[in-house]
């Protein structure tokens, strides 16, 4: 009764919201801030408080309807009308607006008041649905406590035969629960502990099931009944009697790994000890070859690290040393070119020019080498705005979007933990790719816009469910790529077209996928030929 009397009170709540947005929107279209100006401002003021809530309003009612995918989706439309006038409804109202030419604004207001009565209707309609639900409860209520006090009656007779099959099967339960002990490979020792003054000084083995006599290479027999300060050297080496000690006072279970080494075994356990009434419960099984298994991992991952920096150090030498010889080439092809090219026939001319373009192509793919093979996972992540990013690289190609005519659309992008540099690289490349590729026939335009993902679709792409994911796409109308090669254009060196009518190393999109990797996110395409293409960036909001 109390669920289905909080959902009318919640619905209630809704419609005063629905109805609080109507009043306040009115006089955001009312409000001018040429009212500050006439004697009457106090007056006016009033309406651009009740105009300055509303997005506060939209936000709350967001929250309100995440219940109700219907309204959700009406309140998602409501807001993108709203907010989208906003800027004008804060420097005019609709009278000026009117006057400026402005009046086909108009229509967007009638659809927001449209959008707010479709939804108190169904808020409406549904506060009715609840109500009745609400009514047939209090009947089921009624109902429910005369059957409860029937079964209240039936339980006591019940309980009282229950116990006495209880007691039987008791007895025979303790037999199971022994031979189950005795059959485990893990071993099990219950200690009780010895206090003096309240203080515990000792602990006695009460019970230990037969696995110990395989695992410790001690009798059972001659243990039992013993103190733990009477067992060999073992017990105090290892300051068992303090950690029992600590589980047994604060009744915090604890889980480590003992070396357990005498004259008869050297072997590694795992134990974990759990409270029991003015003692504790010690189980415990081999992990020796675990251990072993586990040392063998630590070299291997150590020759690992050495192998890959030792790559690594061998690329950036190699490339580094490449530049060089490329240098002289291009140093002395620039001064054939500049001193002996008019003494060249037509077919030298081209032979020295070619030779000019792959000296460049070669020096463009060496430090895109570096650059990709000096990219690594560093955990220097900081509180990065991707607005300031994307900022950024569009003044870097500020030149190349002039020459291309291209139109860049951008929504509001996230702030998440990242390297800036990287996210720097990041965008750079999609970029360019998207301005490199453009189709000729028609105007570039590029458009980036987030959202925030859903638990579903995090669940969906097998991600982290305790991490909020954000989804940045990058979307271009160029010249696009077979479905079949969304894939392959993330591997290194992968071109799909000529390299004299689209240059490049085929670096640049392999470096975005490791960027992406190195912030444990995904990164993937999806386009048609001669239909554009869209790159989508799944990004975590925060970093281990």
Known sequence: MQFFNDRVDHTRVVITTFEQISDNFKSAIVYTPTYLDIPERDFYLNYKKDADSVPKQLKQLKILTADNSNQLKRVDTLEKLILGQYDILTKMNIAEMIRAGKSDRLIIFLQVHNIIN?????????????????????RLINLLTTVFAILAVGIILLT????????????????????????????????????????????????????????????????LGKKLKEIPSFVRQTELINRYTVVVETGQPQEFEAHYKTDMADRWFFVSLMKLEDGLTATFHNIS?????????????QELETSNNELEQYAYVASHDLQEPLRKIRSFGSYLHDTQKEKLDDKGKM?????????????????????FSSLKRRNEYLSTD????????????DLLINQKNASIKKDKLPVIEA?????????????????????????????????????SDVEQLSLDLDKVYYEIEVQDNGIGFSAEYEEQIFGLFKRLNERHFYPGSGIGLALCRKVVNNHNGIIYARSKEGDGAKFYI?????QQ
């Open 538 to 542: 799944i990004l975590p909001e925060k």
């Open 289 to 301: 070859q675990l251990k072993n298994y586990e040392q063998d991992l630590k070299n291997n991952i």
């Open 118 to 138: 479709r939804g108190i209707e169904d808020e409406n309609r549904l506060l009715m649905a609840r109500k009745s639900d609400l009514a047939k409860t209090i």
């Open 160 to 223: 009282f035969l229950t116990n006495m099959f209880i007691t039987r099967r008791r007895k025979w339960l303790e037999g199971f629960l022994e031979s189950i002990l005795n059959t485990s490979k893990n071993g099990v020792v219950y200690y009780r502990a010895i206090r003096e003054h309240g203080k515990i000084e000792d602990f006695r083995i009460d019970y230990l099931n037969i696995a110990v006599k395989d695992l410790l290479g001690i009798e059972p027999s001659d243990v």
């Open 351 to 371: 032979h020295l020019d070619k030779i000019m373009s792959a000296a460049e192509r070669m020096s463009t793919l060496i430090k895109d080498i570096l650059s």
């Open 419 to 455: 390297i800036p540099l990287q996210m720097t690289q990041l965008f750079y490349n999609l970029l360019n790719n998207s301005l490199k590729f453009i189709n000729e026939k028609r105007q570039p335009v590029i458009t980036l816009s987030s959202r925030q993902l859903s638990k």
């Open 386 to 397: 991707l607005n300031i990013i994307v900022e950024g690289v569009l003044q870097d190609l």
